[in-house]
């Protein structure tokens, strides 16, 4: 059983690898995706802060780069099984936040509602898979008996 949790973790993880190397490999089109989020006002001094020491980087540029450097580094950690549980709930996070900024279908009717529910439902099953990495963490561990025969 061991090696199929390996190697389940190992092809699991091969969709945030390719996912987040090809929003390195491509920024522009990944910015492009990243001005589709609003950030609150209140953010918006500390996102200028930002911009200024980045040296003028936009800060949805700051955001492509930081969601393939995300997806990449957790799908290579998880693969490698060095902090599983760790980068599994940090993909966790990234997965919700991605439901919720890009597949919102509460805001759409008709085709474009049902697709994005669809990828809704399939980002909502990459959790579930995500949850199951940070519950088994490095793999099944021996169980000892808690008691002696006398």
Not at 12 to 17: D, E, R, T, Y
Not at 32 to 49: D, G, H, N, R, W
Not at 97 to 118: E, L, R, S, V
């Amino acid at each position: 059983m061991p090696a199929f949790i390996a190697l389940g973790r190992f092809l699991f993880s091969v969709l945030f690898i390719f996912s987040g190397a090809s929003k390195l490999l491509d920024v522009a089109a990944t910015t492009q995706m990243t001005q589709k989020i609003v950030i609150p006002e209140m953010l918006a001094t500390y996102t200028s802060q930002l911009e200024g020491l980045a040296g003028g980087m936009p800060f949805a540029q700051m955001l492509a780069i930081a969601a393939g450097v995300t997806e990449l580094v957790c799908g290579l950690m998880i693969a490698l099984n060095f902090g599983a549980r760790f980068f599994s709930l940090v993909l966790i996070l990234f997965v919700a936040t991605k439901i919720y900024y890009y597949h919102d279908f509460w805001n759409q009717a008709g085709a474009d509602a049902q697709i994005n529910m669809n990828l809704a439902l399939k980002n909502l099953s990459l959790i579930g898979g995500l949850f199951i990495i940070a519950g088994i963490g490095r793999g099944a561990r021996n169980v000892e008996s808690t008691h002696t025969e006398v």
